[in-house]
């Protein structure tokens, strides 16, 4: 949406489920809109073709063409990275979702590390048009879909798989859907630190500072190019001594308490969530 033609729509969207408190809602207005059950069909069919010779092919390439573009893409981004993260072989990244290109960031630090990065993504992300679309099918994504059935017993199997191997961290992003620009940390939906739980791995809690350039973009001047700054806070650890659900609940509460002292942190700013132009950065209201 970040390089659509809707970005007004996108803020008013914004802006209602703000004031209607449905911080986790699809803002954007052109996503593919499918059926529950063409929807698993549609991950099922991923899934299918996930191991034929040609997919791997194709794996081979998207993930060069992020590898090499990856550097290039975030050379105005920073990293804040205290702590080492080199011992990590398997883990669940969790990060504030703003942005159709907020993996690179990502990605830059998983790079860092020599860790190989997959992507949680929407279920209709498969089917986004162009480019976009074959970068979402092929770098190393895991779609999730709307069935019990899927959530949880095919994913955990992929996951699993995943994790099996040295070097593997995995991108979920807990407050559900992109929302363009917005600033502020958001309600996080308990998906992620259920499957850390499950299979005792650490969050990786990030958090990015979005920063107004006051450089005017060419093609939307009522926005101003952003740049990002990359906040790695506090690894989150399972508690043995805890169970499944004590474990989802903590590392959920921790990880929103962490993003929102970053937050208040590098914006001074306490966080409330009263809607003001100012959340959604860069825009300049006409």
């Not at 700054?229 to 962490?258: C, F, G, W």
Request: glycine share 2%; charged share 30%.
């Amino acid at each position: 949406m970040i390089i659509g033609k809707k970005r007004q729509k996108v803020i008013f969207n914004i802006k209602r489920c703000v004031n209607e408190k449905k911080f986790n809602a699809k803002v954007e207005p052109d996503d593919p809109v499918l059926s529950k059950k063409d929807r698993l069909k549609l991950v099922e069919k991923f899934w299918a073709n996930h191991n034929r010779l040609f997919s791997k092919a194709i794996n081979i390439l998207a993930r060069g063409i992020l590898n090499i573009g990856t550097p290039l893409l975030t050379l105005n981004t920073e990293i804040d990275n205290p702590e080492s993260l080199s011992k990590l072989s398997s883990a669940i990244v969790t990060c504030n979702h703003y942005n159709q290109f907020d993996c690179l960031p990502l990605k830059r630090l998983a790079m860092k590390y020599h860790k190989r990065l997959y992507f949680v993504i929407e279920d209709t992300n498969l089917k986004l048009p162009n480019w976009i679309g074959f970068l979402m099918r092929n770098i190393d994504s895991i779609p999730v879909t709307a069935s019990f059935r899927y959530l949880g017993r095919e994913l955990p199997k992929h996951l699993n798989k995943i994790f099996s191997k040295k070097n593997r961290w995995i991108v979920v992003y807990p407050e559900q859907e992109l929302w363009l620009n917005y600033r502020k940390p958001r309600p996080l939906q308990k998906g992620a630190y259920y499957y850390a739980a499950k299979m005792n791995v650490p969050i990786i809690s990030c958090f990015v500072e979005i920063k107004d350039t006051n450089k005017q973009e060419k093609l939307h001047p009522e926005f101003n190019k952003t740049r990002w700054i990359l906040h790695v806070l506090p690894t989150i650890y399972p508690d043995p001594k805890l169970s499944l659900a004590q474990n989802i609940e903590k590392m959920r509460k921790v990880d929103y308490l962490q993003k929102k002292a970053a937050y208040e942190k590098y914006y001074g700013k306490k966080l409330d969530y009263t809607f003001t132009d100012w959340d959604i950065a860069g825009y300049k209201k006409k």
